[in-house]
C-alpha cells in the first residue's frame, strides 16, 4: 500500500494513467471529490483510486 494521502492534479495524472481534462471534468461533474490548497487542488489518494474503479470496464473485442 502507497504512503500517498493526496495528489496534486499533475500527480493525479501520472498515477491514474487518465488525462488533466478527465480528471477536471469529473471534478467538475462531482464524479471526483477535490479539495484546494490555497490555489493548488488536491485529491485524496482513496478518492482518486475510488474514481478510477468506477470507470467503465473495457468490453472484450
Known sequence: MSDVIAY?????????GSTRTN???AIREGKLPARKDGRRT????????????????????
Open 42 to 61: 488536491i485529491i485524496m489518494a482513496d478518492d482518486l483510486r475510488n474514481w478510477v474503479s468506477s470507470l467503465p470496464m473495457r468490453r472484450a473485442a
Open 23 to 25: 480528471i477536471f471534468n
Open 8 to 16: 496534486h492534479i499533475k500527480d493525479a495524472v501520472k498515477a491514474s
